[in-house]
């Protein structure tokens, strides 16, 4: 179990404990999350807050980083925001930090909510990834990361 | 005016004659003159309603999507705690424990439902399978479906949760769930269209009474039961496009 800390995108920074140990995504469930447009979560279903390790009153309002594992990459969570920020619908594999430091691996999808033309948040939802695919991942994310602080 | 309700041709038949029973209760309480359409197949009712013969409808959610979004169509009422969940089935006697056992290759079978398609084909995901890995037949029906796992031309079978719930024991026992979505935000939906809205003597709000309180009297509740619902309960027009959304996340 070791401390590290996250500096996230919005330029906040935390301590998170990190346990190198897999929680086996929930089979046929869907995590689903909104959030604004700024990336705070305003609504999160049972899935979400089970796998998550957090209590609903823990996660509403707070931005969506507090999911963010340090071994994801911060130019996957920059293609993020510059796909939906163009309205537009993003997809990937990502790898997700628990509570209690632990992770979880979920296939992502983001689109953003259009309502009269206007863009008013983001709906998530994250499903059982492919094996093959989280461990392309994996080697794809070290090698991305690698870049990142060299 | 006449005006033309229709359902989604997914509803169990089990509930037909339900249909016609809440029909003749809601002609009676909007004194409105409804007529309704059953389809046995979606093609036919979309081209009904591209046609635009359809004005009122308990639209399954794909449908619910073009309904609202290109349609204008007004999203009233939900069934509570009725949600659309698909489940996998195989063959009782099959080795096949999880998804994970399917390979590449192998023999799907559905009904012409592209809802449970979609969800099925997600939950298929994990295992590496998709639409370009596997062979998919589709068939008319649930019990089509069900015969070709008995026979064993296919080795899994996508339902929806409620028409396999409403199989017969001995279907069951020759068949055997290995998942079962759990995503409750997505379901039917009861819509009503903007010409109806229009023409007929109703306002909007007077229309999500009459189904919220639906269960208040004895012959509403009686109606109720023979659809299999307990009750209506009301779906704003943002809970619809929320569901919209969280269906487009799912067709990737």
Redesign the interface.
Known sequence: MTGVKLNYYDGSSNERVVVDEEVP??????I?S?TDTKGNITHC?Q?FIEMSGFQESELIGVPHHILRHPDMPAAAFKGLWDTINTKA?W?GYVKNLRKDGKFYWV?A???P?I?NGELVGF???R???????VNECTELYKTMLAEEKS | MKFTMTVSPDFSPDHIAGWYIFNTWLQKQTNEAIHLELYDSFEKQREDIEAGKINLIYANPYDASMLIRDKGFIAIAAPQNKSDEAIICVNSESDYQ?VEDLKPQCNIATANDPEVSTIGM??L????LSADNVNVSEHKNYVMVAKNLINQSVDAGFFLKEAYDDMSKFIKSQIRPI???????IRHTFLISPEFLASSNLEENDFRELLNEMHSDAKGLSTLKSLGFDKWENQSQ?DA??MI??M???V?
């Open positions: 995504f929930p089979e046929g469930k869907l689903v909104r279903n899935a619908k997809s296939y999808v983001v689109v909510n309502r709906a998530s939802v499903r059982k990834p492919s094996r093959t695919k | 999880s997600i939950m995901e994990p295992a590496d998942v079962t979505s759990q995503i409750s935000v943002e496009e929320f959304d969280l487009d996340t799912l990737t």
